[in-house]
């Protein structure tokens, strides 16, 4: 028999993490610790990781969500996946943490990854800023040696972000540098297509959200007819029901959807998506939602168990000043996990 406890704990960017939403400094957490009752030192860890501006469960009384939530699986002995359906990042939390508290082993899946024996290419992420903050962070992106590299853009002016992917475009091929985009929603639709055939030009692999969610009509013409694939990510979220999930891929049909199980129905959740997406022949890849080590941990382990081919948005573990501390690096272009390696800082967070 297990017991719960909550940690709340507050991450801070190193830098400031600009969207086309906003800039975040800080990002709030909850650690979820499944206790087992005689047996203190048997474990799991999960972490809910919402988005106040962005998560379809968020609301100012998410703590006392998160605590009813905890004491009814503390009461079953059981996390309820469709009760729990509508609260993607808690279902996140808590079955993640079932899965750590099950396997008694921060290698929550047996993959090649999940044993060290070889990492999942990631793509570089490059924050918005102004034109001189974004382009030296995408030469040390470079210099890392990232050969897919995602900007977000839609925050500065267009032909800047433009100049900005011409500058890329003139020292790598699109065979030795792979270009994604990510607008998040910031385009307006009556001159999406225009900015969207300038990209065209510049051989973008895709663009994420180019208008804002909910849009269903508009982003199915988008997608029949813009030169660039089409990721739906924001499209996604506070979609839960397979009836809806299925629904709106059928309508829309786009080239790619983006899976962060914090956002769009946890693990499980994501499961579904790829059955449909896979069904209708549409693809897709693995991003985290700016989650501590803890998430990503669990995400990246999950997603080693897919039939991945292309690079991951798996990097943001990076972001904090006070992240924590678990055997997962970036080496190059590639996230390692460690099996043998040292977790510090994790008893301070088990023992409050």
């Not at 106040?52 to 503390?74: A, H, I």
């Not at 910031?186 to 999406?192: E, L, N, R």
């Amino acid at each position: 028999m297990f017991k719960i406890e909550i940690v709340p704990y507050t991450l801070k960017f190193k830098n400031p993490a600009g969207t086309s939403r906003g800039v975040y400094i800080d990002h709030k957490v909850w650690y979820i610790i499944f206790k087992n009752c005689n047996n203190p030192s048997h474990i799991g860890i999960g972490e809910c990781a919402p988005l106040p501006d962005l998560s379809c469960d968020y609301s100012d009384e998410y703590e006392q969500q998160l605590k009813s939530f905890c004491k009814t699986v503390e009461e079953k002995q059981l996390v309820d996946s469709a009760s729990l359906k509508n609260y993607p990042s808690i279902l996140f939390g808590l079955e993640t943490a079932m899965r750590h508290y099950q396997q008694q082993s921060w290698q929550l899946w047996d993959t090649r990854f999940s044993r060290g024996e070889e990492g999942i290419k990631i793509n570089g992420l490059i924050w918005m800023g102004d034109f001189s903050e974004m382009k030296s962070r995408i030469e040390a992106a470079l210099e890392k040696g990232f050969r897919c590299i995602k900007l977000k853009i839609g925050a500065i002016d267009f032909n800047k972000e433009i100049e900005l992917l011409k500058y890329i475009r003139q020292q790598f091929t699109p065979e030795e540098l792979e270009l994604r985009v990510d607008a998040n929603g910031g385009f307006s639709y009556h001159d999406v297509l225009v900015k969207l055939n300038q990209l065209a030009e510049l051989n973008i692999h895709s663009i994420e959200q180019p208008i804002k969610a909910g849009l269903q009509k508009d982003m199915s013409y988008l997608c029949r007819n813009s030169l660039i694939p089409i990721a739906l990510d924001e499209e996604l979220i506070g979609i839960n029901s397979y009836v809806e999930k299925k629904s709106l891929l059928t309508t829309i049909n786009p080239q790619y959807i983006i899976l962060k199980p914090s956002l769009h129905g946890g693990i499980s959740g994501c499961e579904e998506w790829i059955s449909i997406a896979e069904e209708l022949g549409i693809g897709y890849w693995i991003t985290s939602a700016l989650e501590s080590n803890i998430g990503l941990n669990s995400i990246s382990q999950w997603c080693s168990t897919l039939n991945i081919s292309i690079p991951q948005g798996l990097g943001t573990g990076s972001l904090y000043l006070n992240n924590t501390p678990l055997p997962l690096e970036i080496k190059g272009e590639y996230l390692w996990f460690d099996p043998e390696g040292s977790f510090p800082g994790i008893n301070k967070i088990i023992n409050g």
